[in-house]
């Protein structure tokens, strides 16, 4: 029997629902960490195996702390060397004038600069590359695609930002930082969901491995 068959599923809803207190059972206290292949973690919890996808994991994590600084204060900024001019096409700075606030909150310090330009004088501190503008101009891109996915401005806006922010697959990670992400895991409202409904967690139980290997 395929492998996938003996897989819990943390689905959003639904009777294969899991309760968040028994998926914070599952990962407090577990010491045991593994990351294979540099995009999943494997936790050791008292029956079986939890397997977490890290880029989905961080995904949902940053959605949470991107909504948090929408609604509240403004996020951190680094400060550019030189401001960088950006120009807009018409459908471009019209779904800009849609999350301008967003981009603000988030950390973008920016202002209008002429007919459908910009000056960017701030990026936030978690964008690790600007490409001397050209994250603007991706993210304008998946904000309209998300839009017309049926997602609001916001959510479209925030779900293209931590797609930019969030660790890759195939990127190594250190047990700390491992252990980080599984803690501010836990803190999220949602911990089994990733922002676009994937699911960022799956377990296998120690029976079912023992039916796999024909033990039982």
């Known amino acids: 029997m395929p492998l996938r068959s003996w897989l819990l599923w943390f689905p959003r809803g639904g009777a294969g629902h899991i309760d968040k207190d028994a998926i914070r059972a599952d990962l407090d206290g577990n010491s045991s960490i593994w990351q294979i292949h540099n995009q999943y973690i494997i936790v050791q919890v008292a029956d079986g195996l939890l397997f977490i996808d890290q880029q989905a994991a961080h995904q949902r994590i940053n959605y949470a702390k991107a909504i948090a600084q929408i609604e509240g204060l403004d ?50 501190s978690e964008l690790d590359s600007w490409g001397e503008g050209e994250v603007f101009y991706q993210l304008l891109n998946e904000v309209r695609d998300g839009r017309e996915a049926g997602r609001t401005w916001r959510e479209a806006m925030v779900i293209a930002y931590v797609r930019k922010i969030s660790v890759a697959k195939g990127e190594r990670l250190r047990p700390e930082a491992m252990e980080r992400l599984i803690e501010d895991l836990q803190a999220t409202d949602e911990p089994h969901i990733s922002p676009t409904g994937k699911p960022v967690m799956a377990k296998i139980r120690l029976s079912d491995i023992d039916k796999l290997l024909n033990k039982l």
């Open 75 to 124: 996020g951190q900024s680094q400060q550019l060397l030189f401001p960088l001019k950006l120009e807009m096409g018409a459908a471009d700075f019209e779904v800009f004038n849609e999350v301008r606030a967003e981009f603000q909150k988030l950390g973008f310090a920016l202002r209008d600069f002429g007919t459908r330009t910009v000056l960017v004088e701030a990026v936030p």
